[in-house]
């Protein structure tokens, strides 16, 4: 089934620098790609809709200057942190839905998040 | 984009059937329901997904009752390794359709 990998999958660093965490599908194409960030004991929030070949659609409230979505190929979204501090640390997922095969009722597929712990 | 409302958490004893239900009152005509089990520092992992009547896998069995206002994730005797979060999505199915996760429930199977 579709697989969706998402790398480092725990990553610790210090104030001010900033952090790439990359998602890729496997074995299959993904025009759009999701990215969540998750609190502990908290549900997913959506951060932003990553498209290929376009700008990414952020949500209300997320600052698209810190976190910055690259999404250049059909199997690649990246998701920058910059001049990260404490208080992004967090737990970052990505997610993407196989259209090509599955069709448009297709589940989204989640990769297995990345830890990020700012000192 | 439709809101979902399930139970905080819930507990039983391994063996038993579960159900958790999930409310979307204001699902629309084109929105699947979809089902995800979460464990701890783990992306969500698909468990089932229906449109209405009853849909059934090897893990579990989804209920949607005629009006579609609700959902029921039925997973049969559970076992500790059962123990997650399990979260109800509701959306158009259209590929590029963002969806919102709600609360979850957390499930804690006791020995």
């Known amino acids: 089934g579709a697989v969706v990998s998402q790398h480092p999958s725990w990553v610790i660093c210090k104030s001010g620098t900033s952090v790439k965490i990359e998602c890729r599908s496997l074995?299959?194409?993904?025009?759009?790609m999701f990215w969540y960030r998750q609190f502990p004991k908290q549900s997913l929030m959506l951060m932003a809709t990553s498209n290929e070949g376009s700008k990414a659609t952020y949500e209300q409230g997320v600052e698209k200057d810190k976190f910055l979505i690259n999404h250049a190929s059909l199997t690649l979204s990246t998701l920058t942190v910059t001049s990260a501090h404490p208080e992004d640390s967090s737990f970052y997922i990505c997610?993407?839905?196989?259209?090509?095969?599955?069709?448009?009722?297709?589940?989204?597929?989640f990769g297995d998040g990345t830890r990020l712990s700012i000192l | 984009l439709a809101k979902t409302t399930q139970p905080i958490s819930m507990d039983s004893y391994e063996g038993q059937e579960v159900n958790i239900t999930c409310s979307h009152n204001n699902i629309a005509t084109n929105d699947y329901i979809t089902w995800y089990q979460q464990f701890p520092s783990q992306g969500p992992r698909f468990i089932i997904q229906g449109y209405k009547t009853k849909v059934t896998n090897e893990v579990a069995s989804l209920f949607i009752p005629a009006d579609r206002k609700s959902s029921t994730l039925s997973l049969p005797r559970v076992s500790l390794s059962d123990t997650a979060v399990y979260y109800c999505?509701?959306?158009?199915?259209?590929?590029?359709?963002?969806?919102?996760f709600g609360t979850g429930t957390k499930l804690q199977v006791i020995p």
């Open positions: 997610s993407a839905r196989d259209l090509v095969r599955g069709g448009h009722n297709q589940p989204q597929h």
């Open positions: 999505l509701v959306g158009d199915g259209g590929g590029y359709q963002k969806v919102t």
């Open positions: 074995d299959f194409q993904a025009t759009t």
